[in-house]
């Protein structure tokens, strides 16, 4: 295992989709999470340690007995609504614990580091596009969490010889399209997912929040990238700096999106029944239209979807949710609150 890669957060939804594709491509991985939200189950390679990423001794430990050069850092709480109600949690969890991470890394002389970060760093950008250059000033704890970490660690690049890439993710939804792993966060509150919740009956209805924005049917628009083109990105941003590139910044998503009735409208379509939908009122901290200009990851890291497919993004997430029904109760329910 000398010469691993550690990734933090590795057993939650993205971060083990991208363990799968660095244990496919043959890396030798180390997982760090601390399974608060995470699956052991959903580790499909290398060795998974049961830990806080901030905690500085376990691992300062694990990037000296591994000679880590490379962090994937996934560990975060994601879910905006319970960042607005607990700020400090989220600033305590993603900021600080993302600094203890940072001091260890340079401790131990990381040489890359591949952080997650999200388009809530942007708030609501003018006509709802969001390029790289663009300002940023987000709505929510959420998206200050990440940007306080995308700082600290654009600041330590320019001040250590370690190189980075931050990756500003749009909205991540599908799953393995062979069914192995997929998003399983209790208390689902992203779209698809709650979607497919209420398709595989899991939930009686889904709730549209909004329909009088000014988009083409008065509901929210989002970028909605396939975990599996996300994971290749991450794939990519990892070689890239191995083979000496510079540290940058890279929105991911398809660059154009989908309202939130047509996100529901290929639900029904793909599971093959109408879903109960309830009209209310807007969500606090929504922006109405969150698009991505994604040139520069194509152009930097040579990344090209594979999936930029609506319908194939909900067909995976309703299998997974399929599969997850049918395992109710055992092994992967078992963070369900
Ligand atoms: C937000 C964050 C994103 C984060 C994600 C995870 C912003 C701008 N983005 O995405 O970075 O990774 O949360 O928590 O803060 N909707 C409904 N009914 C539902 C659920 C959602 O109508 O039951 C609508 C929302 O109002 C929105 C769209 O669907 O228009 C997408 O919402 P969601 O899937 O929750 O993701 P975001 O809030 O866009």
Request: charged share 20%; with cysteine; aromatic share 8%.
């Amino acid at each position: 295992m000398d010469g691993a890669v550690l990734v933090t957060g590795g057993a939650g939804y993205i971060g083990s989709h991208v363990v799968r594709h660095l244990g496919e491509a043959g890396y030798s991985v180390v997982v760090l999470d601390n399974l608060s939200k995470g699956f052991r189950e959903a580790v499909l390679y290398g060795e998974l340690v049961v830990g806080d990423t901030g905690d500085r001794q376990l691992v300062g430990q694990l990037l000296r007995d591994y000679s880590i050069k490379s962090v994937l850092h996934f560990a975060a709480l994601t879910v905006v609504p319970e960042s607005v109600a607990k700020p400090l949690y989220y600033y305590g969890n993603n900021t600080c614990s993302t600094r203890s991470l940072l001091a260890c890394c340079q401790e131990a002389g990381v040489a890359h580091f591949v952080f997650s970060s999200t388009a809530a760093v942007y708030g609501i950008p003018p006509e709802g596009l969001a390029s790289e250059d663009s300002p940023t000033a987000p709505i929510n704890p959420y998206g200050t969490s990440k940007l306080m970490s995308e700082w600290m660690l654009r600041d330590l690049a320019a001040a250590s010889p370690l190189r980075h890439i931050t990756l500003r993710y749009f909205n991540v939804a599908g799953c393995d399209p062979q069914t192995r792993i997929g998003q399983s966060t209790p208390n689902a509150t992203l779209l698809i997912k709650v979607a497919c919740e209420a398709a595989v009956g899991k939930r009686e209805s889904i709730s549209i929040f909004g329909t009088d924005y000014a988009t083409t049917d008065g509901t929210g628009v989002r970028d909605y990238i396939h975990v599996e083109d996300l994971a290749d990105a991450h794939l990519k941003a990892l070689r890239y700096l191995e083979e000496g590139g510079n540290s940058t910044t890279l929105n991911c998503g398809y660059g154009h999106g989908y309202t939130v009735r047509e996100v529901l409208s290929a639900v029904e379509r793909i599971h093959g029944k109408p879903l109960s939908i309830r009209e209310e009122a807007r969500r606090p901290g929504d922006p109405p239209t969150l698009v991505a200009h994604a040139q520069r990851i194509r152009e930097v890291l040579g990344w090209q979807p594979r999936y930029d497919d609506l319908d194939f993004i909900v067909r995976t997430s309703l299998d997974w949710e399929k599969k997850l029904r049918a395992r109710l109760g055992r092994g992967w329910q078992s963070n369900e609150a």
